[in-house]
């Protein structure tokens, strides 16, 4: 069984977006508008998070891209009242969204704040809705979203595996984000796989987890920025 | 002065039954209009989304949870304190007790709704019962909500049986007393009450049963209702004294709640030689341990997160204490501590108006104490980049404000149907003084001292 992770180096990010564009593209996500983005509903189930370091002129600018963590100890998990938010059997944590109910008690558990709310039936800014992925399903009113590792991606690559009998290659599949990125920031792959490109990554001694702290052991590690620009 | 007997008390306390006055009917209007202002709202919601709200990435919860916690810890003034009044055999509590168990009842009832209330999608909200399903699928017992669902059921099942249980004898004399469908309602309520000896016996026993098995439900609602936000990993939640904190809070919320009903029962329905200082000073007190006990949880609160000195819990906590927050944070600390401790700690200040006045702060300040939890932790979460703000939306204030409409119009309705006072408990203590001569003896000193 497959334990899927991501690494995201933050020395080759530089913040231009396409993670974020690619997302919304694959996953159907709805883009609310811009006056429901300015009062908070913008939904980005990857962000680039932007920080500046130091006093001017010695500003230092660092991206970090943000997703679902898909953490081992999901804080979402056990709050959630109907399974909805669930640990598959390769560590993913999958959401489904006809059973959820909305009680929104995941978003409020997750440190990273990965999870969004649909507040409205989904929409799109014309012409954006003539290019829906069949393969994701859409998210009625009242339920909560969030990344899912491109699952749609994993299980068709699974499947197109099986179909030839063979094992997967590491790099075969990537999910959106991590095909959009032009400069490789993102490596997505098997991290029980000891020789697999994401696994060499997060043994990386410039690796660390985000909110490690908090106890949440997640599955994506950020490479540190070394190189100072 | 000595509390009026026999016919007198059924007069007094069987008017409002069987006289109606244009009042009642004003009241209903005006209340009634309320409640269905605050359902078409929640309608206007269910339909076009939760979008209408004030909530937003990352605040998720906003005013419906803060009145959820808020009314059933307002739930904690009845069954609790009238099941420990009872089993400690304070005389006083008599006219009381059935008062503070309706606003139990009605207050669950108010708070119960608010879960569904603030579902993102309402209809579903069956999902959280354990039905045998086709697609066999449970609750998950792991989260705290769906413990909410059963520590809330459970004890909404005990308060209303423990507030039906003593009415039982005054529906027969509402039964004896009227004629026609009156007479078929409440003889079907009366349940075949005749006064036998074995009878009161099985009353007695059962209301004794209630009074020890309610205190222990009483306690778990609000430390489960606490777990919804303890067990969260979110800074300044993820503490220990919550559970505590929170039924504490919720008995002195419920306390004012209760003083504020008896107050204004004792002015409208005439209640004066029924609800007497004694009652109110006696619950003054109370109300004043209360205040004390919730500052001594505060003050714990809030030091252990000042000298544990965590960044992201001191986020939070400078953000209620100097920050954004701040002015609602010292609203909350005077109206909960300050000012009851002056209105309520000075004898001459603890008189039915001291005691309404520092009551109503206490509502407001119990309400605002409730919002301080829940919304600045989720607007501070550890990742500065995603630090929110939330304001509530109109539809929000109308349908949280709603409520306070439905708890009268609830009230009023109750006071109308059935003896606000119980009256055989008055009754009974006219036949008690040989049981207990020492406790009645008191009750009489007091009540002539401030009557």
């Known amino acids: ?125 014309k012409p954006l809705q ?100 | 002065m000595t509390q009026p007997s026999g016919s007198k008390i059924n007069d007094d306390l069987l008017r409002p039954l069987f006289h109606t006055s244009w009042r009642f009917f004003l009241l209903v209007a005006v209340f009634g209009g309320i409640v269905a202002l605050g359902l078409s709202t929640w309608m206007w919601q269910a339909r076009n989304g939760y979008g209408i709200t004030g909530i937003k990435w990352p605040v998720y919860w906003g005013f419906y949870i803060t009145s959820f916690v808020f009314w059933i810890g307002i739930s904690h003034a009845g069954t609790l304190i009238s099941a420990i009044l009872r089993l400690v055999n304070a005389g006083w509590r008599r006219p009381v007790t059935r008062c503070a168990e309706a606003i139990t009842g009605f207050a669950l009832m108010i708070g119960a709704t608010f879960p569904i209330i603030h ?77 036998t000896p074995k009878q009161w016996h099985r009353l007695e026993t059962a209301m004794q049963i209630m009074a020890v098995a309610i205190i222990p439900v009483a306690v778990s609602v609000h430390t489960i209702v606490s777990f919804d936000f303890s067990m969260a990993p979110v800074p300044t939640w993820n503490t220990t004294i919550f559970g505590p904190y929170f039924v504490a809070g919720a008995i002195f919320s419920g306390i004012a709640g209760l003083l504020i009903a008896m107050a204004l029962l004792r002015k409208f329905l005439r209640l004066e030689e029924y609800l007497l200082p004694l009652h109110f000073d006696n619950l003054g007190k109370l109300l004043l341990v209360m205040a004390l006990l919730w500052g001594y949880f505060v003050f714990n609160e809030r030091l252990v997160t000042y000298y544990g000195n965590e960044p992201a819990h001191m986020a939070v906590f400078w953000r209620t204490q100097s920050g954004t927050f701040a002015p609602l944070y010292w609203t909350m600390v005077t109206c909960n501590f300050v000012l ?37 932790a989720l607007g501070h979460k550890y990742l500065p980049y995603s630090f929110g703000i939330y304001r509530p939306t109109p539809p929000e204030i109308i349908i949280a404000s709603a409520t306070f409409g439905a708890m009268c119009l609830l009230y009023v309705l109750f006071a109308k149907t059935v003896p606000i006072i119980s009256m055989w408990e008055l009754k009974a203590a006219d036949h008690l003084p040989a049981k207990h001569p020492h406790s009645t003896a008191k009750e009489q000193r007091l009540g002539d001292s401030h009557a």
């Not at chain 1, 393969?135 to 699952?151: A, I, N, P, Y």
């Not at chain 2, 579902?119 to 354990?130: C, E």
Request: charged share 20%; proline share 6%.
């Open chain 1, 1 to 125: 069984m497959a334990r899927w992770g991501m690494a995201a180096d933050l020395d080759r990010c530089n913040g231009c977006g396409a993670c974020v564009v690619a997302c919304h593209s694959e996953n159907n996500i709805s883009t609310v508008g811009d006056e429901q983005a300015s009062r908070g509903r913008a939904k980005h189930w990857i962000r680039v998070e932007r920080y500046w370091e130091g006093d001017f002129p010695d500003v230092r600018l660092k991206f970090r891209p943000v997703m679902c963590q898909q953490c081992d100890n999901a804080p979402c998990e056990p709050v959630c009242p109907t399974y909805a938010s669930h640990h598959t059997e390769d560590g993913l944590n999958a959401q489904v969204y006809n059973r959820c109910i909305g009680t929104r008690y995941c978003a409020n558990a997750c440190p990273y704040n990965a999870r969004f709310f649909d507040f409205f039936n989904p929409s799109w800014d």
């Open chain 1, 130 to 229: 003539l290019q829906l992925n069949p393969d994701v399903s859409l998210r009625e009113v009242g339920v909560m979203e969030k990344c899912t590792f491109c699952v749609q991606r994993i299980r068709g690559a699974q499947l197109q595996a099986r179909t030839e009998d063979r094992a997967l290659r590491d790099g075969e599949i990537q999910p959106a984000c991590v095909q959009g990125c032009a400069a490789k920031a993102l490596v997505f792959g098997d991290l029980e796989d000891p020789e697999s490109h994401v696994s060499r990554l997060a043994r990386s001694p410039r690796g660390s987890k985000l909110l490690e702290d908090v106890g949440t052991q997640p599955a994506v590690t950020y490479l540190a920025r070394a190189t100072q620009v």
């Open chain 2, 119 to 195: 579902l993102g999608r309402p209809w579903l909200a069956f999902w959280l019962a354990p039905y045998p399903s086709d697609r066999l699928i449970w609750p998950n017992f792991r989260s705290p909500l769906v413990w909410d669902f059963f520590a809330i059921n459970t004890y909404l099942t005990g308060s209303l049986l423990f507030l039906f249980l003593p009415i039982i004898p005054d529906f027969a004399v509402v039964r004896d007393k009227s004629t026609g469908l009156r007479r078929k309602i409440y003889g079907a309520l009366a349940m075949g009450w005749r006064g």
């Open chain 2, 340 to 376: 009851p401790l002056i209105l309520l700690g000075i004898r001459r200040f603890r008189t039915i108006t001291g005691c309404v006045i520092a009551s109503i702060g206490i509502v407001i300040g119990m309400w605002l104490e409730r919002f301080l939890i829940i919304v600045p």
